[in-house]
């Protein structure tokens, strides 16, 4: 595949400006920081694929510096430059930037849909360890307490990236699975015959991320101390588990089954 400069700019354009709009659908907000989005990483993820990790890297760079111009209020609760340094570079810059290198795996697994699944786990990953040690580091005695302040970040930021990572590797996956990236122009993968299997695992997918959120959800509202709001890990044992256990449970089994619907109504076929 061999595009024009000026197609592989509008391109990463257009794509960059899906990004920051489904940035901004938010599923999942932290008031000391930290959301779940609607896939937003899921378009710079394509970039890196399609046109390689030098171009992917350039438009994660602008989608960061996008995300810290939205996210200027969050400097106003550090004083020194050097905490404001530290929270623009690990929170925004370094922790959006890693997001161009989910084509890394291009070369080395040929399964289209497993390399954007693994190349987008790698910099979930890497995003997660920016936003720990910026955690650890800076947030210490701010939003998270002094005392313990690794594991606490550890924790706390692992509560909205690992719904936020789930839902894009969903998504990254089943877009992977159905067109091909490795076109000119993306076109669908499988044959009209095989399509009905794709729209039951898509929903089957939906469910089960939209459980990982629900879940995320009903666990964040006990891990904050009512008295001083601080993130407080021992909520923990309040929270509703039968009710997260039935819900995970319930969207495994409506997954599984939706997955062998599929199956059977692409083998009438």
């Not at 937003?40 to 510096?65: C, D, Q, T, W």
């Not at 970040?153 to 969903?170: F, G, K, Q, R, W």
């Not at 076109?183 to 991320?209: C, H, Q, W, Y």
């Amino acid at each position: 595949m061999k595009l024009s400069k000026t197609r592989i700019m509008t391109e990463s354009a257009i794509l960059l400006a899906i990004a920051t709009v489904l940035s901004i659908i938010v599923l999942l907000s932290l008031p000391y920081g930290g959301s779940v989005t609607l896939a937003s990483m899921v378009p710079i993820m394509i970039i890196s694929y399609r046109h390689g990790l030098k171009i992917g890297l350039l438009s994660s760079f602008v989608f960061a510096v996008i995300q810290q111009l939205l996210g200027l209020k969050t400097l106003s609760y550090v004083t020194t430059w050097q905490s404001i340094l530290a929270v623009i570079l690990l929170d925004y810059i370094i922790a959006y930037l890693v997001i161009g290198l989910a084509g890394i795996f291009r070369k080395t697994i040929k399964n289209q849909a497993m390399s954007l699944v693994f190349g987008g786990l790698f910099v979930c990953v890497l995003r997660y360890i920016c936003h720990v040690i910026s955690g650890a580091t800076v947030w210490a005695g701010i939003s998270i307490p002094t005392l313990g302040a690794t594991i606490y970040s550890l924790s706390y930021n692992a509560t909205y990236m690992i719904p936020e990572t789930i839902v894009s590797l969903v998504v990254a996956y089943f877009l992977g699975s159905s067109l091909d990236f490795n076109r000119e122009m993306p076109i669908t993968l499988k044959k009209d015959k095989d399509r009905k299997i794709n729209v039951f695992s898509i929903i089957a997918g939906l469910i089960a991320a939209a459980a990982v959120v629900v879940d995320a959800i009903l666990i964040f509202a006990n891990l904050q101390d009512p008295e001083t709001g601080e993130f407080y890990i021992q909520g923990l044992s309040n929270a509703n588990w039968p009710l997260i256990g039935i819900i995970t449970g319930g969207a495994l089994i409506v997954s599984a089954v939706l997955f062998i619907i599929g199956k059977k109504v692409c083998k009438k076929d």
